[in-house]
DNA sequence: CAGGGCAATGTTATACTGTTGCAACACGAC
DNA sequence: GTCGTGTTGCAACAGTATAACATTGCCCTG
């Protein structure tokens, strides 16, 4: 199964998390990594959200679970997903969510929905290259970007025309 | 004069700032919007840097000027200052700039150089149309896009490659 | 010009997000 | 074993942003 189900559309979220999870441990032993079990259990907590997740509730869901964690211990757990391309921070949010394209190291861009604040992550050849050529039209070497799409998924566009 | 200079290039920097006050002004009295004592002076201490300025660093010149501001009154001026579309929030750096084409309303592209932390702001039609598509192409409705690329400008790409 | 209404500002406290620095622990290499 | 390195625990703190309510100032109207 792939990861290209839409968030806002109904799928099977068990496996949707089971794959990634696989994806990840898959990765992390390609490279080396190693994918602790707070690791672990904090990208399994931001796929099975399927929303973006704040850091601090992250926190608040492992103390939950018994885990008496500290900020520092997520903060350097999201760090290492993060490197390994597992999860994206949404600056626009200040929150993680996880990578739907980990192995290829492309730049995503988030449609952010603000009615069911569900995102949905694409990468689109058509918007690299355009800001690819905006940014060397002005000689300016890109080494990072940053892409967020806040609006309305189909889901509550519709529900919007149609209120209760 | 316009505001297209780069930021990162010699200009008239005060002839800059002076046309940007004039430009809210006259925006905000076509609005009857009151550009009052201390939104104008965050407006000018943003334009005076030109470099995105966090909203700590703006209360703390205003509190070297004596006026002893508490954060409220500075993000309630940011506020003010980005509904009129004159400054823009970054929000990768969590910092605020000012707007170089404040009468359009458009999205803009940021480019912020990790070496000189100089931003310059422009408006790509191409990179419009392509985020469009991505979005319409899922069914999205946008709302407010943000696009920050991070990376290095000409002038310290040079630095760079010439070493002190 | 008194008083009412509204926008802007002042003030205090607090919530939320993220980092530093150091100690303790785990695990593989030698 | 023990040394080195990477990981986690822990405490304190730094930085960013907002809530809630009081106060001021200004315009408008009667």
Redesign the pocket.
């Known amino acids: 199964m792939s990861h290209d189900a839409l968030p806002y559309r109904p799928h099977n979220h068990d496996a949707c998390v089971r794959d990634a999870l696989a994806e990840a441990r898959s990765i992390c032993q390609a490279r080396n990594?190693?994918l602790?079990?707070?690791?672990q259990r904090v990208l399994e907590l931001i796929w099975e959200s399927h929303k973006p997740l704040?850091?601090?509730?992250l926190l608040a869901m492992l103390a939950q679970e018994g885990?008496?964690?500290?900020?520092?211990?997520v903060?350097?757990?999201l760090?290492?997903l993060q490197q390994h391309g597992l999860v994206h921070?949404i600056?626009s949010?200040?929150?993680f969510i996880g990578c739907s394209h980990a192995r290829e190291h492309h730049t995503g861009l988030f449609l952010i929905c603000r009615g069911c604040r569900n995102v949905h992550e694409l990468s689109s050849e058509g918007v690299s290259r355009a800001i690819a050529a905006a940014s060397s039209a002005e000689g300016f070497t890109p080494v990072e970007t940053t892409i967020e799409v806040a609006g309305l998924c189909p889901r509550c566009q519709q529900q919007q025309a149609t209120p209760a």
């Open positions: 990594a190693r602790t079990p707070i690791r704040g850091a601090y509730d885990h008496n964690a500290a900020p520092p211990t903060y350097r757990a760090d290492f921070r600056a949010l200040n929150a």
